[in-house]
């Protein structure tokens, strides 16, 4: 997992742009929202250690990370 060894600083600056990013999607395609995904390790579905943040636009009842409870 790499997650853990970023820095505070880089990842200040990394969620800074994740609202950014945000913002902008809600903006731009007028959506309802935005789903932020971060994939930290094997069991999470990475095949080599990075790091990856999505940043999804949502719309009500898209199916998408259809999660049940």
């Known amino acids: 997992m790499i997650l853990p060894h970023i820095p505070d600083k880089v990842l200040e600056k990394l ?3 994740v609202r950014l990013m945000s913002k902008t999607l809600l903006k731009t395609f007028q959506v ?6 971060i994939a930290n390790g094997l069991a999470a579905g990475q095949k080599a250690p990075h790091v990856l943040i999505h940043v999804i636009p949502r719309r009500n009842n898209d199916g998408l990370l259809n999660i049940p409870n």
């Open 15 to 17: 969620f800074y742009t």
């Open 32 to 37: 309802g929202g935005t789903s932020v995904l």
